[in-house]
């Protein structure tokens, strides 16, 4: 069954330090992956996406993240984190053009 | 407003009773779909409709669970007989068709059955 891993529930750290947020998902043809973040009492927006070629990705607010197919990973980074991106991240693979599977969130806390 | 937007936003219902929730896309989407989330899980798919048409219904969508996009714009979600495992926030998003239609999520409904 196609699934989707996030291996930090609970993500605390201080501001300035560097975030790697992980992402595993178990599926063999190709895929779409996104990620999304939830910020406190608004909706889920897309922080970033993977459809093809470099598989390094640039989103909004200085995230990136890297398509690594050997490893079905795609981990989310960002080099140095605000107080403002305390927020719920959910990584989601599209095994197709209308089915994400999301994973179950790693909540980020940002200390200032 | 350019977003996707949803009603109610909070239900409180007792066992038993019905429930319905309205969703409202983007207007120029032709893709409407419908998830479920629980606490500390992220979103899990229930349907998929493509304008008017439901192309996919999930496992999860009981026999209790019906949607409906009777003119492609807007959808309804309608849950019969709510049991207390139906408590969750129900998430909308719409997108366009293909590969490239990110989809745009609603604000949810959280559905609370005591």
């Known amino acids: 069954a196609q699934s989707v891993s996030q291996h930090n529930h609970h993500v605390i750290l201080s501001e300035a330090a560097s975030l790697e947020l992980g992402c595993n998902y178990s599926y063999g043809g190709t895929v779409n992956l996104f990620w999304y973040v939830q910020y406190p009492g608004q909706h889920l927006q897309l922080l970033l996406k993977y459809f093809s070629g470099d598989p390094l990705v640039k989103g909004i607010k200085g995230f990136e993240a890297e398509f690594i197919k050997s490893k079905f990973s795609f981990n989310l980074r960002k080099p140095s984190v605000q107080w403002s991106d305390t927020a719920e991240y959910f990584c989601a693979v599209g095994p197709g053009t209308y089915k994400y599977i999301f994973g179950t969130g790693t909540r980020l806390k940002v200390l200032a | 407003d350019t977003g996707v937007s949803q009603d109610p936003r909070h239900k409180i219902t007792k066992r038993g009773q019905n429930v319905t929730f309205r969703c409202d896309p983007i207007s120029e989407h032709n893709r409407l779909y419908w998830y479920r989330q629980t606490l500390g899980q992220g979103p899990e798919f229930l349907t998929y409709f493509q304008n008017e048409a439901q192309l996919e219904k999930s496992r999860l969508l009981s026999d209790r669970f019906s949607a409906e996009r009777p003119k492609g714009s807007f959808s309804t979600l309608e849950i019969q007989r709510t049991e207390q495992g139906d408590s969750a926030m129900y998430l909308c998003?719409?997108?366009?068709?293909?590969?490239?239609?990110?989809?745009?999520f609603g604000p949810g409904t959280r559905l609370t059955v005591l």
């Open positions: 998003a719409s997108s366009l068709g293909g590969e490239g239609g990110l989809r745009v």
